[in-house]
Nanobody, 123 residues
Framework: QVQLVESGGGLVQAGGSLRLSCAIS????????MGWFRQAPGKEREFVST????????YYSDSVRGRFTISRDNAQNTGYLQMNSLKPEDTAVYYC????????????????WGQGTQVTVSS
């Protein structure tokens, strides 16, 4: 059974940085595209970023482009989201996800979800 476990969330001041990790077990991580989504209180879950199996292709939402960087280490079965210049509006539960391709993840066609990690940015 494939499991995704996020970590690295927490409380940070505006302008600060956090690095989220997503540890994958029970599957072949290197054959899956990976993505990050987030859900703020009272809002729908939204796409943040996705990365292809070989890290060649990445996509970002307009709201995080230039501040967030997605990466992956297939040898370690782990994905990452480096978040810099954080803003209060980045406050949300962040979820990692696996899918067949970045195109699938962009369409929220996800095969597996993590349980989420809370990120809170204070002003």
């Amino acid at each position: 059974q494939v499991q995704l476990v996020e970590s690295g969330g927490g409380l940070v001041q505006a302008g600060g940085s956090l690095r989220l990790s997503c540890a994958i077990s029970g599957g072949t991580f290197s054959k899956s595209a990976m993505g990050w989504f987030r859900q703020a209180p009272g809002k729908e879950r939204e796409f943040v970023s996705t990365i292809s199996t070989t890290s060649i292709t990445t996509y970002y939402s307009d709201s995080v482009r230039g501040r967030f960087t997605i990466s992956r280490d297939n040898a370690q079965n782990t994905g990452y989201l480096q978040m810099n210049s954080l803003k209060p509006e980045d406050t949300a539960v962040y979820y990692c996800a696996l899918g067949s391709s970045t195109s699938h993840i962009l369409k929220v066609s996800v095969d597996y979800w993590g349980q989420g990690t809370q990120v809170t940015v204070s002003s």
